[in-house]
């Protein structure tokens, strides 16, 4: 006959049991979203979307992925801004921006968001877009009309290539068929 455990032991067992059923259950309903670094940002969750961008007009128009006006702030609150020349848009929450380049922005924005590339500031220029990268020295410069896709993914190859060799590079530009890279 197997020895009994001894009354002391079981109950340890059963607190550790409740304990992560507990967590279970906290970690399950979202409670621990604290933890989420998004948290310091002025990253509200609405029907339209997630807040991505600050459009700089006359104000920040805080806008999601399909350019909708989510909010209107004096401050762009550490999301990434793009730089506009516009100066009095009167647009108001709900409101869509109807230029194609801010969505294609906006796309871009969420594509280096995914490979953990943080925008500080884009703004456009004549023949693209320039962007300015929290964590790197160097200004990039895409092209609207060119494969996106492709762009981000050099970009990413270049700067992991950059950080292993200790290079800082000053401009990226990636608009042509091979980037442009100045030190």
């Given at each position: 006959m197997p020895p009994k455990r001894s009354l002391k032991k079981r109950k340890n067992w059963l607190r550790l049991f409740l304990l992560l059923f507990i967590f279970a259950l906290i970690s399950g309903a979202g409670l621990f979203t604290f933890l989420n670094q998004d948290l310091f940002l002025p990253q509200e969750k609405t029907k339209e979307g997630k807040v991505i961008a600050a459009l700089k007009a006359d104000h920040f128009y805080l806008?999601?992925?399909?350019?909708?006006?989510?909010?209107?702030?004096?401050?762009?609150?550490?999301?990434?801004?793009?730089?506009?020349?516009?100066?009095?848009?009167?647009?108001?929450?709900?409101?869509?921006?109807?230029?194609?380049?801010?969505?294609?922005?906006?796309?871009?924005?969420?594509?280096?968001?995914?490979?953990?590339?943080?925008?500080?500031?884009?703004t456009w220029q004549d023949q693209g877009l320039e962007v300015i990268l929290f964590d790197s020295p160097a200004r990039a410069f895409f092209s609207l009309e060119k494969d996106l896709d492709f762009q981000v993914n050099s970009l990413q190859l270049i700067l992991k290539r950059a950080r292993i060799e200790s290079k800082v590079f000053e401009k990226i530009d990636l608009r042509f068929g091979k980037p442009v890279i100045t030190l």
């Open positions: 806008l999601d992925e399909e350019a909708c006006v989510l909010g209107i702030t004096e401050d762009n609150g550490g999301l990434p801004v793009l730089n506009s020349d516009w100066s009095s848009l009167g647009l108001k929450e709900g409101d869509f921006f109807p230029q194609e380049k801010i969505k294609k922005t906006l796309a871009l924005i969420r594509k280096l968001n995914l490979l953990e590339l943080k925008v500080k500031e884009t």
